[in-house]
């Protein structure tokens, strides 16, 4: 079996050896099925993601939304002023805090839940894997996301030998 330590280094530089290639080659095809099935909804992946949030959550702010989503408020900011343009989502100051802004879903952005509930399923029928498989290649994607969140950026430097 190979180990980290067997490999030889020139194996580890080949392109379909990198799981940062498998990995970003999976979410453009993802990116390309989503934009098919949210075509009929007017939203864009991105977008779908944000009325995800809300339709769970309810109301949120900006800083929350962002949480849930590794976005940043930049990146945030004009998808809610988009949401906001078509009627799906309202954006308000706190009155508690002027610097925090709340997003919920308004009565379009709640009906169209209804239109969005067959999504799930058209994209999980599309990877071809069951129920289990989805279930698990997610707990493994999650559990890799928070360790590599969670590494020093100094882990990663070559050291000094």
């Known amino acids: 079996m190979e180990t980290l330590d067997t490999v030889p280094d020139e194996d580890f530089l080949r392109l379909d050896h990198q799981i940062c290639f498998s990995l970003h080659a999976a979410t453009r095809a993802f ?6 099935a ?4 007017g939203l864009t992946y991105p977008q779908y993601l944000v009325m995800l949030v ?12 962002g949480e849930r989503l590794r976005l940043d408020s930049g990146t945030l900011s004009p998808l809610l002023k988009r949401l906001e343009a078509a009627g799906y989502v309202e954006r308000r100051r706190s009155p508690e805090d002027e610097r925090s802004v709340t997003v919920r879903a308004t009565a379009a952005g709640v009906a169209l839940r209804e ?3 067959g999504v799930p399923r058209r994209i999980a029928a599309a990877t071809g894997l ?4 989805i279930g698990e290649l997610r707990e493994r994607l999650s559990a ?9 950026p100094g882990e990663l430097r070559p050291s000094c030998d």
């Open 38 to 41: 949210l075509k009929d909804l």
């Open 54 to 65: 809300l339709w769970e959550h309810g109301e949120l702010s900006v800083k929350g939304i």
């Open 144 to 152: 890799l996301a928070e360790r590599l969140d969670s590494l020093d």
């Open 115 to 117: 239109r969005a509930l």
């Open 130 to 133: 069951d129920l289990a498989s």
């Open 31 to 36: 990116n390309g099925v989503y934009r098919e």
